[in-house]
């Protein structure tokens, strides 16, 4: 297919996101089947790519330091951030931010006296009753899992998102919604998150939880995780120290939750950006499809 992007077997909204923003823009973006890869919503960027191909990328990022490949069939019309761009050699003018900004409901507007939403990462949400968890702590779980408008509903029925899903945060910040980021397992990607929020001018400064939740475990999962804690592996961008290496206790979850509860009470720990800096950011973006579409000849509907 033309379009690429990650698709997460269960779901997860932030990758879905994909199906919905670009055949909207571009209605016949399938005529570039065969000819042209399409990139956008994502952490795409990751090397495994057809040097033979010509590759079109609208606001992917990498993942990681020194992963970027570079092969003169790459057509940059944006990335994710700066630390993308520098990866692989761009202006700093291509870094305009997350392209899930582009979609359409993604309107401003928010009820300001709801709970607090806690978005996990996909997997995360898989791995323990995340539902109970924010519920002990006086906040409301959303299922990342579901369909991005079910997601986004439900988000916009709270007053503040505390999130692991970075496109939680991306779509909170473009409906208004102040936000914070937290860390509850030791997949989330520190370089995704530093490269969209240097876009948004904001620090890097998420909840880091003392102790990951699994339902269950594997011995030999638990023995490789305790190898991994041990080597610190892949620390620069992940939390080797959150690896489980046991079930958690009904005490772990109590001290999760009282840490959630906590940091929720602290209303200035949650903010979001400008509505003027998400409208320009996104005018930019569609000025960048707009070239797009004229030099592949294609509809072009915003």
């Known amino acids: 297919m033309v379009l690429k992007y990650c698709h997460i077997a269960g779901g997860n909204f932030g990758d879905d996101l994909n199906a919905l923003i670009w055949p909207s ?3 016949d973006l399938a005529k570039l089947q065969g000819r042209t890869v399409f990139y956008g919503v994502g952490t795409l960027l990751d090397g495994r790519h057809d040097k033979r ?16 490949l570079s092969d003169p069939n790459w057509d940059f019309r944006w990335v994710r951030g700066p630390r993308s761009a520098r990866e692989f050699k761009l202006s700093k003018e291509l870094a305009l931010g997350d392209p ?35 519920a002990d702590a006086g906040m409301v779980a959303i299922n990342p899992r579901q369909a991005p ?11 503040r998102i505390l999130s692991e899903s970075l496109h939680g ?33 904001r620090p890097f400064a998420p909840l880091v939880m003392d102790r990951p939740l699994v339902r ?34 009904a005490e772990d979850a ?24 998400v409208a320009r950011q996104r005018d930019r973006m569609m000025a960048a499809c707009a070239d797009f579409a004229k030099d592949y000849q294609l509809r072009f509907t915003p």
């Not at 191909?53 to 970027?68: D, H, P, R, T, Y």
């Not at 582009?102 to 607090?116: C, F, K, S, V």
């Not at 999760?256 to 003027?276: I, N």
């Open 25 to 27: 823009l571009f209605p």
């Open 53 to 68: 191909k010509k590759k079109v990328v609208l606001g992917s990022g990498i993942g990681e330091a020194n992963s970027a």
């Open 100 to 134: 899930a900004w582009l979609w359409r409901e993604l309107q401003a507007g928010a009820d300001g006296q709801g709970a607090i939403g806690l978005i996990p990462h996909y997997a995360t949400w898989d791995s323990y009753d995340w539902a109970d968890v924010a």
């Open 149 to 159: 408008a079910a997601v986004t509903a439900q988000m916009r029925a709270c007053s």
């Open 169 to 201: 945060a991306v779509c909170a910040d473009a409906m208004g919604i102040p936000w914070s980021a937290c860390v509850l397992a030791h997949r989330f990607n520190d370089f995704k998150w530093k490269d969209w929020l240097d876009t948004v001018q």
């Open 216 to 249: 269950t475990i594997r011995r030999s999962k638990a023995l490789a995780n305790r190898l991994a804690r041990w080597t610190n592996y892949r620390r620069a961008t992940s939390y080797p120290a959150l690896r489980p290496v046991a079930p958690a206790t």
């Open 254 to 277: 109590r001290r999760v939750s009282e840490t959630l509860y906590r940091y929720g009470r602290d209303e200035a720990k949650f903010t979001c950006s400008k509505p003027s800096d």
